[in-house]
């Protein structure tokens, strides 16, 4: 899987749009860019994924370079409830033997959403 | 509601003392996994499944055992639990190869003094 990069920690304001980056220089073709989140030790959740194209659901919105080597996850109107450690993964979902069906999760970023 | 459970939540043992933490889907999910989470080490698996019966080791297996006799459980055995294994435990499911999702669980904070 490819490595990725976060910045350790970001603030944001309540209602304004909060902007994770990550680099993934090495990201191969086949591998896809997935975002979880971590609230206060709860389960990490599955917030979005994509490929070479640009991303959106009911949370948030996946922004992919054209070279595909960095992303930006985008919380549009960022809330205290967003407050998280949110990462950043590279993988490849069809990735068979030891890797099948595991996520690598890095240090990932705190964000801090504050009033 | 689709959803995974632990159980239980909390649990404080000794040394040696046989556990099992239990883990459940109801989403009728091929594959499981066991993930522990330790201070500036992240999440790392235990071990995982792709379906009932086949069951394989993640990259920190020792100390522990998992079985997968139905689809929907995929408990954790410590045998002889020891302090380091003392962590937060993490169960989760996805449908298949195919699935990009993967849902966890709320997780067990298990403290072996």
């Known amino acids: 899987d490819a490595k990725t990069t976060q910045p350790p920690s970001m603030d944001c304001a309540e209602g304004r749009a909060a902007n994770l980056p990550c680099n993934h220089s090495t990201i191969s073709g086949n591998e896809y860019v997935y975002w979880y989140r971590q609230i206060h030790s709860q389960g990490p959740q599955y917030i979005i994924h994509?490929?070479?194209n640009n991303e959106t659901n009911e949370m948030a919105s996946l922004i992919i370079t054209e070279d595909r080597k960095s992303s930006t996850l985008i919380l549009p109107h960022a809330t205290l409830r967003d407050t998280a450690v949110y990462y950043c993964i590279v993988r490849s979902p069809n990735a068979g033997g030891t890797s099948y069906g595991k996520l690598t999760f890095g240090q990932g970023t705190i964000l801090t959403v504050h009033p | 509601e689709a959803q995974v459970t632990q159980n239980p939540r909390y649990l404080i043992t000794v040394t040696g003392k046989k556990l099992t933490v239990t883990c459940s889907q109801n989403m009728n999910h091929e594959y499981m996994s066991w993930y522990r989470q330790d201070p500036g080490l992240g999440l790392r698996q235990i071990y995982y499944s792709m379906n009932v019966e086949v069951t394989d080791k993640g990259d920190v297996p020792e100390g522990y055992k998992v079985s997968r006799k139905e689809k929907r459980n995929f408990p954790l055995i410590l045998e002889s639990p020891s302090p380091n294994q003392t962590s937060l435990y993490f169960c989760?499911?996805?449908?298949?190869?195919?699935?990009?999702?993967?849902?966890f669980g709320p997780g067990t904070r298990l403290t072996v003094t």
């Open positions: 994509g490929l070479k």
């Open positions: 989760a499911s996805r449908q298949g190869l195919s699935s990009y999702e993967q849902y």
